[in-house]
């Protein structure tokens, strides 16, 4: 019987000590978790969390250099695209819509912002028929297609503006 006690007490601790230790854990778990939600919502988290455990110190420290790189790496996306004096239409592949576009293109464009054509049909701003008398939407549609083999089509498109007449991009 005394041993019985000794064994139930034992368990009893166990469980107990179990039940505190994984707390700990998923306490430092949800705060990793917090700092990579903001991460990907393209915010600064701010300090992070030290644990008293090198296991979950370095993976903070792996998660922040993460961040960094990815911080760094959209910096200088940024320089690229919207500080870039040639202008970028961003286009969605599957519907033909601008999605983004850098100020060099709103200027070419004479977009007052990014929003003004953001949804519009990239085929909006083309000549109905392209070079050849080809049908500028089934071109489009071709070169498009042609990105799911690679990562970068390069074609020359005819544009059209009320106030610049045709040119070609």
């Known amino acids: 019987t005394i041993l019985g006690v000794i064994l139930a007490a034992t368990i009893g601790v166990g469980v107990l000590l179990a039940a505190v230790l994984s707390a700990r854990i998923a306490k430092k778990?949800?705060?990793?978790?917090?700092?990579?939600?903001?991460?990907?919502?393209?915010?600064?988290?701010?300090?992070?969390?030290?644990?008293?455990?090198?296991?979950?110190?370095?993976?903070?420290?792996?998660?922040?250099?993460?961040?960094?790189?990815?911080?760094e790496r959209e910096a200088y996306s940024r320089i690229l695209f919207a500080d870039s004096p040639v202008p970028f239409?961003?286009?969605?592949?599957?519907?033909?819509?601008?999605?983004?576009?850098?100020?060099?293109?709103?200027?070419l464009f004479n977009a007052p912002s990014a929003e003004a054509i953001k949804g519009h049909?990239?085929?909006?701003?083309?000549?109905?028929?392209?070079?050849?008398g080809e049908n500028a939407s089934a071109q489009m549609k071709q070169q498009m297609s042609m990105l799911s083999n690679q990562d970068v089509v390069n074609f020359e498109w005819m544009f059209f503006d009320k106030f610049k007449g045709?040119?070609?991009g």
């Open 89 to 107: 239409l961003v286009v969605r592949p599957d519907t033909l819509e601008c999605f983004d576009a850098n100020q060099a293109a709103l200027e």
């Open 166 to 168: 045709i040119w070609y």
């Open 121 to 132: 049909s990239i085929l909006n701003f083309s000549l109905p028929e392209q070079h050849g």
């Open 29 to 71: 778990i949800e705060g990793l978790t917090r700092h990579s939600k903001l991460i990907s919502a393209g915010e600064d988290p701010g300090e992070w969390p030290v644990f008293s455990t090198f296991e979950f110190n370095s993976l903070a420290r792996d998660i922040q250099a993460m961040a960094d790189s990815m911080q």
